[in-house]
């Protein structure tokens, strides 16, 4: 599995992030099968949060992957926190009890990654600094970062924040792309010339920040997954013609077309099937050529200005 560097950390990371969101799906059978696929795929990168499954999905992984410091030491941790029933919350108190929550839960003494899951309005960046500063110096958190945020949010925490943001989570797939579009229509009056997150996507890249792309197969917010849907048949098209040439699957080519970017992006993978996940991970060894990669955009309904 082809690395990275986790944002301006030394981290080394594989391209791909197992997201854990859907394990309490799995039996325990399954479960162990999964994980262990992953690592033999050298996935050994494994996202979490603390919601998922109510916490249930990470006691499920512990399990599965048979946690102790052997195993602790040949995998990387992350986890999120920050949501609450009808809420958000960053507050000091809730960051630090969430923590305990996940590692507990993880069994394990530390996180490799902690990311703040969705933007809390009410958030008072100093009790979030003070929060991190806590967690790295106990020893319990190794690295930071953020879900969901945007380029101001980011950097009224950074104003108070000692400790670099290494990642975004941001949902970004093929049908999901406003991030790109709009840097495409820039003084345009059009739709696509919105800017619906302060060009997030430029704000990484001079930031060293790594972004995460949640849902790399879903169109609209949990819709459905575009991959083989009547709904987009000259993506379909594209893909699966793209896809030929390479030899490999549909999966494999909707991920290689985020990593083709110079961004150097991090695919969060949802799904939970053994085969789609070793598809997935294959987009490490697949380079689209720009024309791919444009036509691929073009086909998903984007036009050029």
Same mark, same amino acid.
């Given at each position: 599995m082809?690395?990275i560097? *986790?944002?301006?950390?030394?981290?080394?990371?594989?391209?791909?992030?197992?997201g854990?969101?859907?394990? /309490?799906? %799995?039996? @325990? #059978?399954?479960?162990?099968r999964f994980?262990?696929a992953?690592?033999?795929e050298g996935?050994?990168?494994?996202?979490?949060?603390?919601i998922y499954?109510?916490g249930?999905c990470?006691?499920?992984?512990?399990?599965?992957?048979?946690?102790?410091?052997?195993?602790r030491?040949?995998?990387?941790l992350?986890?999120?926190?920050?949501?609450r029933?009808g809420?958000?919350?960053?507050?000091?108190e809730?960051?630090?009890?969430?923590?305990?929550?996940?590692?507990?839960?993880l069994?394990?003494d530390?996180?490799?990654?902690? *990311?703040?899951?969705?933007?809390d309005?009410?958030?008072?960046?100093?009790?979030?600094?003070?929060?991190? /500063?806590? %967690?790295? @110096? #106990?020893?319990?958190?190794?690295?930071?970062?953020?879900?969901n945020?945007h380029?101001?949010?980011i950097?009224?925490?950074?104003?108070?924040?000692r400790?670099?943001?290494?990642?975004?989570?941001?949902?970004?797939?093929?049908?999901?792309?406003?991030?790109?579009?709009?840097?495409?229509n820039?003084?345009m009056?059009?739709?696509a010339?919105?800017?619906?997150?302060?060009y997030?996507?430029?704000?990484c890249?001079?930031?060293?920040?790594?972004?995460?792309?949640?849902?790399p197969?879903?169109?609209g917010?949990?819709?459905?997954?575009?991959?083989?849907n009547?709904?987009?048949?000259?993506?379909n098209?594209?893909i699966?013609?793209?896809?030929?040439?390479?030899?490999?699957?549909?999966?494999?080519?909707a991920?290689?077309?985020?990593?083709r970017?110079?961004?150097?992006?991090?695919?969060?993978?949802?799904?939970m099937?053994?085969?789609?996940l070793?598809?997935?991970?294959r987009?490490?060894?697949?380079?689209?050529?720009r024309?791919?990669?444009?036509?691929?955009?073009?086909?998903?309904g984007?036009?050029?200005p």
């Amino acid at each position: 599995m082809r690395t990275i560097k *986790l944002g301006t950390s030394s981290l080394d990371v594989p391209v791909i992030a197992v997201g854990c969101m859907r394990l /309490d799906s %799995l039996d @325990r #059978s399954e479960a162990e099968r999964f994980v262990q696929a992953a690592l033999d795929e050298g996935a050994n990168f494994f996202d979490h949060a603390d919601i998922y499954g109510r916490g249930r999905c990470e006691e499920i992984f512990a399990d599965a992957i048979g946690m102790n410091g052997t195993v602790r030491e040949g995998i990387i941790l992350q986890s999120k926190c920050g949501i609450r029933q009808g809420m958000f919350d960053f507050s000091k108190e809730h960051i630090l009890a969430s923590v305990d929550g996940i590692l507990r839960r993880l069994k394990t003494d530390y996180l490799d990654i902690l *990311l703040l899951h969705r933007p809390d309005t009410l958030v008072e960046p100093e009790e979030v600094a003070e929060a991190f /500063d806590e %967690l790295e @110096r #106990s020893g319990r958190v190794r690295h930071f970062g953020v879900s969901n945020q945007h380029p101001h949010q980011i950097d009224l925490l950074k104003k108070y924040v000692r400790q670099p943001l290494v990642a975004n989570q941001l949902q970004l797939s093929l049908t999901n792309a406003t991030m790109i579009k709009s840097g495409f229509n820039v003084n345009m009056e059009n739709e696509a010339a919105v800017d619906r997150d302060g060009y997030i996507l430029d704000y990484c890249r001079l930031h060293d920040i790594t972004i995460q792309p949640w849902s790399p197969f879903q169109y609209g917010f949990f819709e459905g997954v575009f991959l083989d849907n009547p709904k987009f048949p000259e993506l379909n098209a594209k893909i699966d013609e793209v896809a030929a040439n390479y030899g490999v699957s549909n999966t494999t080519v909707a991920i290689a077309w985020l990593l083709r970017h110079p961004a150097r992006m991090q695919p969060v993978i949802g799904t939970m099937n053994v085969g789609r996940l070793k598809d997935c991970c294959r987009a490490s060894e697949v380079h689209l050529t720009r024309e791919e990669w444009y036509a691929l955009y073009r086909a998903a309904g984007n036009v050029l200005p």
